[in-house]
Protein backbone atom coordinates (compact mmCIF):
# COMPACT_ATOMS: atom_id res chain seq x y z
CA UNK A 1 0.00 0.00 0.00
CA UNK A 2 1.25 3.40 -0.99
CA UNK A 3 2.16 6.21 1.18
CA UNK A 4 0.54 9.71 1.62
CA UNK A 5 3.59 11.29 0.56
CA UNK A 6 4.14 9.20 -2.15
CA UNK A 7 1.00 9.33 -3.48
CA UNK A 8 1.36 13.03 -2.85
CA UNK A 9 4.38 13.28 -5.19
CA UNK A 10 3.21 11.00 -7.84
CA UNK A 11 0.23 13.52 -8.31
CA UNK A 12 2.46 16.35 -8.88
CA UNK A 13 1.77 18.45 -5.59
CA UNK A 14 4.89 20.82 -4.58
CA UNK A 15 7.00 20.18 -1.62
CA UNK A 16 5.35 22.42 0.61
CA UNK A 17 2.01 21.41 0.56
CA UNK A 18 3.60 17.90 0.75
CA UNK A 19 5.00 19.25 4.07
CA UNK A 20 2.00 20.78 5.22
CA UNK A 21 -0.19 17.71 4.96
CA UNK A 22 2.43 16.25 6.58
CA UNK A 23 2.25 18.28 9.03
CA UNK A 24 -1.62 18.37 9.57
CA UNK A 25 -1.16 14.47 10.10
CA UNK A 26 1.12 14.71 12.46
CA UNK A 27 -1.13 16.75 14.67
CA UNK A 28 -3.61 14.08 13.82
CA UNK A 29 -1.95 11.41 15.17
CA UNK A 30 -1.08 12.89 18.19
CA UNK A 31 -4.45 14.16 18.98
CA UNK A 32 -5.91 10.21 17.50
CA UNK A 33 -3.73 8.93 20.80
CA UNK A 34 -5.09 11.16 23.23
CA UNK A 35 -8.85 10.29 22.03
CA UNK A 36 -8.15 6.40 22.13
CA UNK A 37 -6.30 7.40 26.02
CA UNK A 38 -10.25 8.98 26.92
CA UNK A 39 -10.88 9.18 30.43
CA UNK A 40 -7.12 7.33 31.25
CA UNK A 41 -5.55 10.57 30.29
CA UNK A 42 -8.02 12.74 32.39
CA UNK A 43 -8.90 14.45 28.79
CA UNK A 44 -12.95 13.99 28.46
CA UNK A 45 -15.64 15.99 30.06
CA UNK A 46 -15.91 19.75 29.29
CA UNK A 47 -13.68 23.04 30.40
CA UNK A 48 -15.37 26.49 32.27
CA UNK A 49 -14.23 28.04 29.25
CA UNK A 50 -17.01 28.90 26.13
CA UNK A 51 -15.53 29.95 22.69
CA UNK A 52 -16.09 32.64 20.38
CA UNK A 53 -19.33 30.68 18.96
CA UNK A 54 -20.86 30.32 22.50
CA UNK A 55 -20.11 26.82 23.08
CA UNK A 56 -19.30 25.01 25.74
CA UNK A 57 -15.40 24.24 24.72
CA UNK A 58 -14.79 20.53 25.58
CA UNK A 59 -11.18 19.41 27.00
CA UNK A 60 -10.28 17.83 23.64
CA UNK A 61 -10.97 20.58 21.30
CA UNK A 62 -8.98 22.47 23.41
CA UNK A 63 -6.28 20.32 23.51
CA UNK A 64 -6.68 19.04 19.55
CA UNK A 65 -6.41 23.14 18.88
CA UNK A 66 -3.40 23.31 20.64
CA UNK A 67 -1.53 20.26 19.11
CA UNK A 68 -2.38 21.72 15.50
CA UNK A 69 -1.67 25.53 16.26
CA UNK A 70 1.55 24.63 17.73
CA UNK A 71 2.50 21.98 15.37
CA UNK A 72 1.86 24.28 12.11
CA UNK A 73 3.31 27.62 13.86
CA UNK A 74 6.15 25.58 14.64
CA UNK A 75 6.84 24.18 10.66
CA UNK A 76 6.85 27.77 9.47
CA UNK A 77 4.82 26.90 6.87
CA UNK A 78 1.85 29.21 7.82
CA UNK A 79 1.34 32.66 7.38
CA UNK A 80 -1.56 32.79 9.69
CA UNK A 81 -4.24 29.96 10.90
CA UNK A 82 -8.07 30.43 12.08
CA UNK A 83 -9.91 28.22 13.97
CA UNK A 84 -13.10 27.38 15.59
CA UNK A 85 -11.58 27.58 18.47
CA UNK A 86 -9.63 30.96 18.56
CA UNK A 87 -11.37 34.38 18.96
CA UNK A 88 -9.28 36.01 16.21
CA UNK A 89 -6.37 34.68 13.54
CA UNK A 90 -3.39 33.86 14.77
CA UNK A 91 -0.21 35.53 12.90
CA UNK A 92 2.61 32.83 11.88
CA UNK A 93 5.67 33.05 9.89
CA UNK A 94 5.41 36.11 7.51
CA UNK A 95 7.40 33.97 4.79
CA UNK A 96 5.42 31.12 4.95
CA UNK A 97 2.96 29.80 2.07
CA UNK A 98 -0.21 29.31 3.10
CA UNK A 99 -3.05 30.09 5.02
CA UNK A 100 -4.65 27.49 7.20
CA UNK A 101 -8.38 26.85 8.71
CA UNK A 102 -9.87 24.39 10.60
CA UNK A 103 -12.23 22.96 12.93
CA UNK A 104 -9.55 20.65 16.06
CA UNK A 105 -12.68 18.52 16.80
CA UNK A 106 -16.27 18.23 15.02
CA UNK A 107 -18.42 16.70 16.85
CA UNK A 108 -17.30 17.08 20.34
CA UNK A 109 -20.66 15.93 21.88
CA UNK A 110 -19.63 12.62 20.68
CA UNK A 111 -16.35 12.92 22.42
CA UNK A 112 -17.74 11.68 26.24
CA UNK A 113 -19.96 8.54 24.49
CA UNK A 114 -17.07 7.27 22.73
CA UNK A 115 -18.58 7.64 19.32
CA UNK A 116 -17.27 9.37 16.09
CA UNK A 117 -15.01 12.61 15.90
CA UNK A 118 -12.74 14.22 13.37
CA UNK A 119 -10.15 17.55 12.64
CA UNK A 120 -11.55 19.01 9.34
CA UNK A 121 -8.92 21.51 7.49
CA UNK A 122 -9.02 23.79 4.71
CA UNK A 123 -5.81 24.79 3.37
CA UNK A 124 -5.31 28.19 1.09
CA UNK A 125 -2.18 29.29 -0.79
CA UNK A 126 -1.08 32.79 0.93
CA UNK A 127 0.02 35.58 -1.37
CA UNK A 128 2.68 37.87 -0.56
CA UNK A 129 1.12 40.97 0.54
CA UNK A 130 2.77 42.02 4.35
CA UNK A 131 -0.13 42.73 5.82
CA UNK A 132 -2.28 39.71 7.59
CA UNK A 133 -5.76 40.17 9.20
CA UNK A 134 -8.54 38.82 8.75
CA UNK A 135 -9.55 39.68 5.23
CA UNK A 136 -6.68 37.55 4.02
CA UNK A 137 -9.03 34.96 5.00
CA UNK A 138 -12.12 35.91 3.46
CA UNK A 139 -11.44 33.94 0.41
CA UNK A 140 -14.28 31.44 -1.77
CA UNK A 141 -13.56 28.30 -1.23
CA UNK A 142 -13.45 27.08 -4.93
CA UNK A 143 -9.62 28.77 -3.95
CA UNK A 144 -8.30 26.32 -1.51
CA UNK A 145 -5.35 24.59 -2.63
CA UNK A 146 -6.37 21.52 0.19
CA UNK A 147 -9.11 20.28 2.13
CA UNK A 148 -9.67 17.30 4.30
CA UNK A 149 -10.39 15.49 7.47
CA UNK A 150 -9.04 13.16 9.38
CA UNK A 151 -11.89 10.75 11.24
CA UNK A 152 -11.07 8.99 14.85
CA UNK A 153 -13.34 5.56 14.69
CA UNK A 154 -12.84 2.14 14.81
CA UNK A 155 -9.55 3.39 12.69
CA UNK A 156 -8.46 6.47 11.82
CA UNK A 157 -8.63 7.71 8.46
CA UNK A 158 -6.93 10.77 6.72
CA UNK A 159 -9.76 11.94 3.72
CA UNK A 160 -7.78 14.72 1.47
CA UNK A 161 -8.13 16.33 -1.77
CA UNK A 162 -5.40 18.77 -3.23
CA UNK A 163 -7.56 19.24 -6.32
CA UNK A 164 -7.20 15.83 -8.10
CA UNK A 165 -10.08 13.49 -6.90
CA UNK A 166 -10.43 12.41 -2.98
CA UNK A 167 -8.38 9.61 -1.99
CA UNK A 168 -8.24 8.31 2.06
CA UNK A 169 -5.54 7.04 3.80
CA UNK A 170 -6.05 4.57 6.77
CA UNK A 171 -3.61 5.06 9.87
CA UNK A 172 -1.39 2.04 10.48
CA UNK A 173 -1.24 2.85 13.85
CA UNK A 174 2.03 -0.05 13.86
CA UNK A 175 4.07 1.90 12.02
CA UNK A 176 2.35 5.85 12.26
CA UNK A 177 2.16 5.98 8.84
CA UNK A 178 -1.31 7.21 6.26
CA UNK A 179 -1.52 4.40 3.56
CA UNK A 180 -4.02 4.81 0.86
CA UNK A 181 -6.87 2.53 1.40
CA UNK A 182 -9.50 4.17 -1.36
CA UNK A 183 -7.75 5.54 -4.98
CA UNK A 184 -10.53 7.11 -6.17
CA UNK A 185 -13.54 8.58 -3.98
CA UNK A 186 -16.94 8.67 -5.70
CA UNK A 187 -20.24 9.34 -4.67
CA UNK A 188 -23.20 8.66 -6.76
CA UNK A 189 -25.60 11.02 -8.18
CA UNK A 190 -28.94 9.32 -6.88
CA UNK A 191 -29.39 8.03 -3.33
CA UNK A 192 -31.87 7.08 -0.31
CA UNK A 193 -30.61 8.04 2.07
CA UNK A 194 -30.09 11.43 4.00
CA UNK A 195 -28.82 13.24 7.13
CA UNK A 196 -30.95 15.86 8.97
CA UNK A 197 -31.95 16.20 12.85
CA UNK A 198 -35.10 15.68 12.20
CA UNK A 199 -35.53 17.18 15.93
CA UNK A 200 -35.18 20.60 14.66
CA UNK A 201 -38.31 19.76 12.17
CA UNK A 202 -41.00 22.64 12.92
CA UNK A 203 -38.20 25.33 13.09
CA UNK A 204 -36.84 24.98 9.46
CA UNK A 205 -38.34 27.46 6.28
CA UNK A 206 -41.19 25.85 4.34
CA UNK A 207 -38.97 24.43 1.10
CA UNK A 208 -37.11 22.02 3.67
CA UNK A 209 -40.16 20.80 5.65
CA UNK A 210 -41.73 20.43 1.85
CA UNK A 211 -38.63 18.52 0.72
CA UNK A 212 -37.90 16.35 3.65
CA UNK A 213 -41.87 15.54 4.42
CA UNK A 214 -41.93 14.26 0.45
CA UNK A 215 -39.27 11.74 1.41
CA UNK A 216 -41.19 10.71 4.32
CA UNK A 217 -43.93 9.94 2.12
CA UNK A 218 -41.43 7.56 0.72
CA UNK A 219 -42.78 4.89 -1.97
CA UNK A 220 -46.43 6.23 -1.76
CA UNK A 221 -45.34 10.01 -2.07
CA UNK A 222 -44.15 12.28 -5.10
CA UNK A 223 -40.53 10.53 -5.00
CA UNK A 224 -41.96 6.78 -5.44
CA UNK A 225 -38.94 5.34 -3.36
CA UNK A 226 -38.28 4.72 0.11
CA UNK A 227 -35.56 6.87 1.88
CA UNK A 228 -33.16 5.70 4.94
CA UNK A 229 -32.19 8.11 7.85
CA UNK A 230 -28.96 7.91 9.23
CA UNK A 231 -27.60 10.80 12.26
CA UNK A 232 -24.07 10.19 13.87
CA UNK A 233 -24.22 14.35 15.09
CA UNK A 234 -20.72 15.07 13.99
CA UNK A 235 -20.60 16.19 10.32
CA UNK A 236 -17.26 14.29 9.63
CA UNK A 237 -19.08 11.01 10.61
CA UNK A 238 -21.92 12.12 8.29
CA UNK A 239 -19.80 13.63 5.58
CA UNK A 240 -17.65 10.21 6.05
CA UNK A 241 -20.52 7.90 4.98
CA UNK A 242 -21.72 9.91 2.10
CA UNK A 243 -18.32 9.63 0.69
CA UNK A 244 -18.16 5.92 1.70
CA UNK A 245 -21.48 4.79 0.27
CA UNK A 246 -23.72 7.91 -1.06
CA UNK A 247 -26.45 10.05 0.60
CA UNK A 248 -27.61 13.64 1.36
CA UNK A 249 -26.30 15.56 4.42
CA UNK A 250 -28.16 18.91 5.42
CA UNK A 251 -27.64 20.96 8.11
CA UNK A 252 -30.64 24.19 7.26
CA UNK A 253 -31.37 27.64 7.89
CA UNK A 254 -33.70 27.24 11.50
CA UNK A 255 -35.98 29.89 12.92
CA UNK A 256 -34.39 29.09 16.57
CA UNK A 257 -31.34 31.39 15.36
CA UNK A 258 -32.99 33.66 12.34
CA UNK A 259 -29.97 36.11 12.39
CA UNK A 260 -27.23 33.13 11.93
CA UNK A 261 -26.98 31.78 8.63
CA UNK A 262 -26.83 27.92 10.18
CA UNK A 263 -25.40 26.03 12.56
CA UNK A 264 -22.30 25.21 10.47
CA UNK A 265 -19.28 27.11 9.93
CA UNK A 266 -18.42 28.21 6.72
CA UNK A 267 -14.51 28.19 6.74
CA UNK A 268 -13.97 25.18 9.23
CA UNK A 269 -16.96 23.12 8.06
CA UNK A 270 -18.55 23.71 5.14
CA UNK A 271 -16.03 24.84 2.55
CA UNK A 272 -13.36 21.69 3.40
CA UNK A 273 -16.68 19.40 2.82
CA UNK A 274 -17.90 20.78 -0.18
CA UNK A 275 -14.62 21.24 -1.77
CA UNK A 276 -14.59 17.02 -0.74
CA UNK A 277 -17.58 16.40 -2.12
CA UNK A 278 -17.72 18.65 -5.21
CA UNK A 279 -13.81 16.73 -6.05
CA UNK A 280 -15.87 13.15 -5.54
CA UNK A 281 -18.64 14.48 -8.26
CA UNK A 282 -21.07 15.49 -5.54
CA UNK A 283 -22.93 18.93 -5.28
CA UNK A 284 -22.70 20.91 -2.15
CA UNK A 285 -25.26 24.30 -1.57
CA UNK A 286 -26.86 26.43 0.73
CA UNK A 287 -30.33 25.43 -0.63
CA UNK A 288 -29.70 28.59 -3.27
CA UNK A 289 -26.25 29.30 -3.57
CA UNK A 290 -22.92 26.83 -4.45
CA UNK A 291 -21.05 26.86 -0.88
CA UNK A 292 -17.74 27.33 -2.92
CA UNK A 293 -18.80 30.23 -4.38
CA UNK A 294 -19.77 32.13 -1.16
CA UNK A 295 -17.50 35.36 -0.68
CA UNK A 296 -17.22 35.03 3.23
CA UNK A 297 -17.88 38.35 5.58
CA UNK A 298 -16.10 36.80 8.59
CA UNK A 299 -14.26 33.76 9.47
CA UNK A 300 -16.64 32.79 12.30
CA UNK A 301 -19.44 33.21 9.42
CA UNK A 302 -22.12 30.18 9.74
CA UNK A 303 -23.73 28.58 6.42
CA UNK A 304 -26.65 26.64 5.77
CA UNK A 305 -25.66 23.03 3.91
CA UNK A 306 -27.08 20.57 1.92
CA UNK A 307 -24.48 17.99 0.24
CA UNK A 308 -23.85 14.67 -1.16
CA UNK A 309 -25.62 13.33 -3.94
CA UNK A 310 -25.74 15.93 -6.92
CA UNK A 311 -29.54 15.11 -8.37
CA UNK A 312 -31.16 15.15 -4.70
CA UNK A 313 -28.67 18.52 -3.86
CA UNK A 314 -30.57 20.05 -7.45
CA UNK A 315 -33.90 18.56 -6.33
CA UNK A 316 -33.49 20.37 -3.11
CA UNK A 317 -32.38 23.70 -4.92
CA UNK A 318 -35.06 23.13 -6.88
CA UNK A 319 -37.89 23.14 -3.70
CA UNK A 320 -35.57 26.16 -2.87
CA UNK A 321 -36.49 27.93 -6.16
CA UNK A 322 -40.61 27.27 -6.34
CA UNK A 323 -40.44 28.97 -3.05
CA UNK A 324 -39.69 32.15 -4.49
O1 LIG B 1 -26.47 18.89 17.94
P1 LIG B 1 -26.90 18.63 16.54
O2 LIG B 1 -28.05 19.48 16.12
O3 LIG B 1 -27.14 17.18 16.25
O4 LIG B 1 -25.68 19.16 15.63
C1 LIG B 1 -24.71 18.35 15.15
C2 LIG B 1 -23.78 19.17 14.30
O5 LIG B 1 -23.02 20.03 15.12
C3 LIG B 1 -21.65 19.79 14.93
O6 LIG B 1 -21.26 18.87 15.91
C4 LIG B 1 -20.85 21.06 15.10
O7 LIG B 1 -19.47 20.83 15.21
P2 LIG B 1 -18.57 21.09 16.53
O8 LIG B 1 -18.62 19.87 17.39
O9 LIG B 1 -17.22 21.31 15.91
O10 LIG B 1 -19.11 22.32 17.23
C5 LIG B 1 -21.57 19.13 13.56
O11 LIG B 1 -20.47 18.32 13.45
C6 LIG B 1 -22.84 18.31 13.52
O12 LIG B 1 -23.30 18.06 12.23
MG1 LIG C 1 -17.60 21.15 13.88
MG1 LIG D 1 -15.31 21.75 16.71
Redesign the pocket.
Known sequence: MQRLVSVLRQDGVDKELIHLVNVLGTACKEINFRLHQGALAGVLGSTQDENVQG?VQKKLDVIANTLLKDLLLQSGLVKALAS?EEDDIVIGNKDGDFLVSF?P?????NIDINAMVGTIFSVYRADDSLVIDESSFLRPGREQVAAGYVIYGPATLMVLTTGQGVRMYTLDQTIGEYLMTEPQVQVPADTQEFAI?MS?QRHWAKPMQDYIDDLLKGAEGPRGKNFNMR?V????A?VHRILCRGGLFT?PWDRRAPEKAG??RLMY?ANPMALLIEQAGGAASTGTERILDIQPEQIHQRVAVVLGAANEVDMVEQYYRHQR
Request: no cysteine; glycine share 4%.
Open positions: EEDLDGSSNNWAAMVDYKLE
